[in-house]
Structures are given as C-alpha cells and as structure tokens.
Nanobody, 123 residues
Framework: QVQLVESGGGLVQAGGSLRLSCAAS????????VGWFRQAPGKERAFVAA????????YYTDSVKGRFTISRDNAKQMVYLQMNSLKPEDTAVYYC????????????????WGQGTQVTVSS
C-alpha cells in the first residue's frame, strides 16, 4: 500500500513557476515508479512525467519537455515536479501516482493515486 499526498498547487501568471510535491508513505517507496498526471475540465486524465524507482530515468510528455522537471528523494519519500514557463494550457488538477511497472505513461499502470492539487495559470 502506498499513500500519496500532493501539495504546491496554486494560481500563477503565464511564464511563472510552481513546484509540486508528492509525499509518499510506504515501506518500499523506492520500489515504485512515480508519475504525475493532470486532468483539465472536460478532458481525460493525461500523463505528464514519471521517474524511475532510482531516479535515474525520467519520462515526459512532449508538451512539457524543457519546461518541467521531475525528481525524487527516496530518503524523504518525496517526488517533485518543477514547472517553469507555465502556460494557460497547463491549468489542471495534478495527480501523483505510483506504479510497480518499470515505466509507464498510461493511468492504468498506476495503482495508487493522490487526491490531486489544482494548478491554475492565468494569461
């Protein structure tokens, strides 16, 4: 079992930055792939980024490459999503999720989910 709690969302102007945090509670946290997904109103939940159990591999959807950075600190059981150069189209609820797969960019590979944190980017 893994419990995930997101924080760090908020309202920011276009071009600004936010850092999302995901706090995990699990005895074997460093065994999990951790990803960030987002869901905008009226749209399906979409993959944003993921980081392997060791932190050595990262994966991004094309629209955030070069702007977002995912990282993790296994000692603190934390995963972060640094979001720079934010755009209005980044507005969504952002979810942290954990998976025992080695990699994955689809929601069905992630068994554990947080409650989400709202990110709103104004133009």
């Amino acid at each position: 079992q893994v419990q995930l709690v997101e924080s760090g969302g908020g309202l920011v102007q276009a071009g600004g930055s936010l850092r999302l945090s995901c706090a995990a509670s699990a005895l074997t946290f460093n065994s999990y792939l951790v990803g960030w997904f987002r869901q905008a109103p009226g749209k399906e939940r979409a993959f944003v980024a993921a980081v392997s159990w060791s932190g050595g591999r990262t994966y991004y959807t094309d629209s955030v490459k070069g702007r977002f950075t995912i990282s993790r600190d296994n000692a603190k059981q934390m995963v972060y999503l640094q979001m720079n150069s934010l755009k209005p189209e980044d507005t969504a609820v952002y979810y942290c999720a954990a998976s025992l797969y080695a990699s994955g960019n689809t929601a069905n590979k992630y068994a554990y989910w947080g409650q989400g944190t709202q990110v709103t980017v104004s133009s």
